[in-house]
């Protein structure tokens, strides 16, 4: 899957390829995570870089990524993205901080304080999940890039 965050098309459709007979909906969710980590991880990559960072740097890839949202509580998506990345990982206890970074923007905005204060007034605190870092799949990692790659054009219109 391509468009989904990154790049930003948002009229792309999902691509599936390779398909059998003996294809299996375990496989099919897998390759959705797949698609979906890996487009983020590779935005991140390249927002890293934009910022004058090496993803490569051992210091740079040693740093957490934490997951928050539904997929955070699925232990498929937390060991995919732990997979791809190659980097350790938070998981909040606390659930709902996807809503609960909105509340406090809305606060912040119709207060004017600071949404990180206020989001950590109201966090309760529950134990962090702290994952750490695996080796990069790297043979997945190329076999999901060259796929979306000699995609891209195609799903493009180029």
Same mark, same amino acid.
């Given at each position: 899957?391509?468009?989904?965050?990154?790049?930003?098309?948002?009229?792309?459709?999902?691509?599936?390829?390779?398909?059998?007979?003996?294809?299996?909906?375990?496989?099919? &969710?897998? /390759?959705?995570?797949? +698609?979906?980590?890996?487009? #983020?991880?590779? @935005?991140?990559?390249?927002?890293?870089? *934009?910022?004058?960072?090496?993803?490569?740097?051992?210091?740079?890839?040693?740093?957490?990524?934490?997951?928050?949202?539904?997929?955070?509580?699925?232990?498929?998506?937390?060991?995919?993205?732990?997979?791809?990345?190659?980097?350790?990982?938070?998981?909040?206890?606390?659930?709902?901080?996807?809503?609960?970074?909105?509340?406090? &923007?809305? /606060?912040?905005?119709? +207060?004017?304080?600071?949404? #990180?204060?206020? @989001?950590?007034?109201?966090?309760?605190? *529950?134990?962090?999940?702290?994952?750490?870092?695996?080796?990069?799949?790297?043979?997945?990692?190329?076999?999901?890039?060259?796929?979306?790659?000699?995609?891209?054009?195609?799903?493009?219109?180029?």
């Amino acid at each position: 899957m391509d468009g989904e965050r990154t790049p930003d098309v948002p009229t792309a459709s999902g691509l599936l390829t390779g398909l059998r007979h003996d294809t299996t909906p375990q496989q099919l &969710l897998g /390759a959705a995570y797949e +698609g979906a980590a890996f487009t #983020v991880l590779r @935005a991140l990559d390249e927002l890293l870089r *934009a910022c004058g960072l090496d993803p490569a740097d051992p210091e740079v890839a040693g740093r957490p990524l934490r997951l928050i949202g539904g997929g955070a509580q699925g232990r498929t998506w937390v060991e995919t993205v732990r997979r791809l990345s190659g980097r350790p990982l938070i998981v909040p206890g606390s659930g709902e901080l996807v809503a609960l970074g909105a509340a406090a &923007l809305a /606060a912040s905005a119709a +207060g004017g304080g600071d949404p #990180v204060a206020v @989001a950590t007034q109201w966090n309760a605190k *529950a134990e962090d999940a702290r994952l750490p870092a695996v080796e990069r799949d790297t043979e997945a990692w190329n076999r999901i890039g060259s796929v979306l790659d000699r995609a891209t054009g195609p799903l493009l219109g180029g």
